[in-house]
């Protein structure tokens, strides 16, 4: 829940937002650097190893945090279901261009969507079955079916965004009793366990650059994540979504600027589709949360806020 001061600063929630668009598309750029140097499989798990660093600051609250079985199966099944995810994501770096794996990975959120009023029992309202169709037709455009060929690249991409819809799924049943720290600590957790014996199948002695990249990815994965929470606690959905936009004309300049990419206007024309659908979801689910926790007659004086991450990292 946001303070009415966080309500003030919309200039400071766009600043945070900006930098973690520019911190996950860092992070993009510095896989797509390391070419096919390393399996993606390996790449993969040291990443989330050397993102383990980051969570001794959440020790005290993992170590005091009772958990019961349940807890435990859903952290199980969730680490098993991203670490697909990730995988995915890694092996599609290196198969289809940065803006590809930008644009499609504003997906997830659409899954999420339609996986809750699936699974959850959420109430699925004709305007957000219209969001999710265009995000759709996005989709397709970016794929176009039959006009181009679709490479495993997409597929692995179609994949990673349908892995990490069921991941933050279970995500959003977990934290009811558990702590968003904890959760978000258990995730890197179990991906790294689920990734270590694929990792090790593919293992070859990486070099002191992959290592020092793979560092930096830890590095900036763990920024975009911490400014999108700052971001958050700073102004509401409404101004912040659409600023992620952003993320995807910079994946576009820095794909034709520095890995020679062309830039493809099907791209950016379906993943500005998509993301619309994506930002009218979340401001739809924003007012909603809104207006069941406000009583009748009875002015908010705070705003609940509401996003999803489209970062597998």
Known sequence: ???????????????????????????????????????????AFLRYLFGLVFLIPALPAIMSTKLTRRHLTLFGVRGGIHALGVMLWFFAMTQIPLAEVTAMNYLTPVYVTLGAALFLGERLAFRRVAAVFVALIGAAII?????????????????????????????????????????????????TLFLTPFALAVWTPPNWSDLGILFLVACFATGGHYFMTLALQAAPVAVTQPVTFLQLIWATLMGALVFGEGVDVWVVAGGT?????????????????????????????????????????
Do not use: C
């Open 143 to 191: 794929l176009r079916p039959g006009f181009r060929e679709i490479s495993a690249g997409h597929l692995a991409m179609l994949g990673t965004s349908l892995t990490l819809g069921g991941s933050y799924l279970i995500a959003k049943v977990a934290v009811g009793d558990v702590r968003p720290s904890v959760v978000v600590a258990h995730l890197s957790i179990w991906v």
């Open 1 to 43: 829940m946001s303070t009415p001061t966080a309500q003030s600063r919309p200039l400071a929630g766009m600043f945070w937002m900006l930098s973690a668009g520019i911190s996950f598309v860092m992070m993009t750029a510095l896989v797509k650097t390391m070419g096919t140097t390393m399996h993606p499989i390996q790449a």
């Open 273 to 313: 589709l998509i993301l619309a659908a994506v930002s009218f979801i979340t401001w739809r689910e924003a007012v909603l949360k809104r207006r069941a926790i406000t009583p009748p007659g009875i002015t908010p004086t705070v705003r609940v806020t509401a996003a999803h991450s489209d970062d597998p990292n």
